[in-house]
């Protein structure tokens, strides 16, 4: 009897300990857990409400800076004082502030973009704000507080306003953030000033209180200002339960009964986290609930005493099942049976094991003489891979030179007319065009090794007009009758530069662009002449039997790359054709009038020169080819020498 009291004792005092150790790992753990979230929490809103601070900071400046701000603060004219109430509005409107309005020196406001409303802040006097002595004295000025005109609390920003090294006014941004916490309500969240007063608070009782007793300089210094308007400032009914470790307090705050400090005894508690925002001297406060902590504690201590208990019953059933083990002991023998009959079959087995381990090794030895056939038959079709490559290039050569061929034909016909004539100045001229193609010719057959090793073009510069010019003058018999248009537009200039149209005839040689010195392109000339005269050709191959054929050449200019666009009247590109389009040796013309490489070999020196070559259909008819290619970087002095 007396032993088995003894058992229950120890096993009541182990309950009792697992209990306590329990509840304190729980308690703590799940501190820590709130904590976390509430850092978690704090850090997401302190950076929604930074960057919304962030973003603003400079809009001061930047209203300050214009013109038309400075001469109103300067000599403020009645129809200056219009335009600049004009301007405070749009640039309101556009940066989605509450308020922007510029202050003269001596405080009063000239201007400001709710000029229209009732209680507009034109006339107003601000000399007071903290905000306005701190630009007028050169800094930049921050302060939160509730408007005098218009009873709306709001976030002041401002920055000063020079006119030859003088400071002439201010330029303020009141910025609204009553959205501060609107949609995380879960859990009290609220920011306090310099001053510990809170001004923005999840839980609308708390706003204008304070956490701790205010000094009476402070107060002094918020009546003074007018910081927060009427509101009479108090300090919250809170009384600090425990300090936690990194700006982290157990607080009550609310009802229940009255404690010596303030706060509730029965009043809720709640985790006060800190953290500062920096600029401006503001801190978050995160408010975390302590009772689900509470709850889960209590949950978890119930939840090991009835696994204690549980643990208990469980050894008092596994001392009733060692009576069974007589039983287990004249199973043995059963169980030695059994083990022979398995010794037996896993010795069949491992014979059946051996025999597929000798087909396996037969099935190797098959696959080894397989791989030294397919290494063979992969040798035969590298070198078959070559012939038909080295056909492909000599294709590829071939149509290159079928163009300058034809023009060096036209210009030696033309010639001879000229001589016949006695026009030898333009004889003349014709002789250095077929020179001028004749190194051409030699310079599309010295591209046979850029095709083969492609590091070189990458480093190479080409006017984009001289290629353009030289372009559509090989191609000049074929734009005979066809409508030319030539739009560019360079958005790092700031503005759409120019849009040309020329009609047919057209003169050539054709000079739509002049010598315009920023548009380089990374590319070989003769590649990226090649690669225009390919895509201009094929425009009008489109275009041939439209009414009015028309092409258009479109170039855009942007800071690291320029985009041209040749865009065609004709039917367009069908849709099984546009998959293939790029392929070698595919091409829908009749036989005869193109081997298909045109568009894969202008798509290849597009790849080579780190660009890119892509179509489509536009939607009023007609294709697209869009070839972008790297911007090469002109510096100053040689743009200027250009000019010259």
Known sequence: ??????????LAAGLVAVC????????????????????????????????????????????????????????????????????????????????????????????????????????????????????????????????????????????????????VGVAVVKLNLEWFPGADSGEPLLVTDDHGVIFLS???????????????????????????????????????????????DIVRIGGGVVGSIGGGIGAPRYIETRRALGVPDWNLVTMSPVRPVVVATRSATIVTGFAWVS??????????????VKEVMQSRAMLQKAYAMLN?????????????????????????????????????????SKLAALGQMAAGITHELNQPLAALRSFSDNTRVFLERGQYAAAHENLEAIGSLTERMGKIVNQLKLFVGRARPRSLRSPVASALRQALALLGKRLAGVSVSLTLTDYTAGTAGMANTVGAPLAVPFDPLGEYPGLVAQCDDLRLEQV?????????????????????????????????????????????????????????????????????ISSSIARDCGGSLVAHNEPDGGACFVLTLRRAQVSAARVAATDV
């Open 311 to 324: 643990l208990c019953l469980l050894g008092f059933y596994w001392r009733q099942r060692r009576q069974r």
């Open 532 to 600: 225009l005269i390919n895509l201009i050709g094929n425009a009008l191959d489109a275009a041939a039997d439209a009414a009015s054929p028309r092409i258009a050449i479109d170039i855009e200019a942007q800071a690291a790359t320029i985009a041209i666009r040749v865009r065609d009247n004709g039917p367009g590109i069908p849709e099984d054709v546009m998959p293939r389009l790029f392929e070698p040796f595919f091409t829908t013309k009749e036989m005869g009038q193109g081997l298909g490489l045109g568009l894969a």
């Open 20 to 167: 306590a150790l329990t509840w304190t790992l729980a308690w703590k753990s799940g501190i820590d857990t709130l904590r976390h979230a509430a850092a978690v929490r704090g850090d997401r809103t302190t950076a929604a409400l930074r960057s919304t601070l962030e973003r603003y900071e400079s809009l001061p400046f930047i209203v300050g800076e214009h013109p038309l701000v400075q001469d109103v603060l300067v000599d403020p004219k009645p129809e200056w004082i219009d335009a600049a109430n004009r301007y405070l509005e749009d640039v309101n409107r556009h940066a989605r502030a509450t308020t922007t309005y510029i202050i003269q020196a001596d405080g009063m406001c000239i201007a400001a973009s709710n000029w229209r409303d009732k209680d507009s802040f034109v006339g107003v006097s601000y000399r007071f704000r903290p905000y306005f002595i701190d630009a007028v004295k050169g800094g930049v000025g921050r302060f939160f507080g509730i408007g005098t005109i218009s009873h709306d609390p709001g976030y002041y920003v401002s920055q000063p306003v020079r006119r030859g090294g003088k400071i």
């Open 202 to 248: 999840s839980v609308p009782a708390w706003k204008y209180h304070t956490m701790r007793p205010l000094p009476a300089d402070v107060v002094a210094s918020i009546d003074r200002t007018r910081q927060y308007a009427r509101q009479i400032i108090e300090p919250l009914p809170a009384h600090v339960e425990r300090v936690l470790q990194d700006d982290a």
């Open 344 to 384: 037996e079959r896993v010795a069949e087995r491992t014979a059946d094991l051996s025999q597929a381990n000798e087909q396996l090794q037969r099935e190797v030895q098959e696959r080894a003489r397989a791989e030294a056939e397919l290494r063979a038959a992969q040798d035969e079709l590298i070198q078959a």
């Open 1 to 10: 009897m007396t032993r088995r009291l003894f058992i229950l004792f120890a």
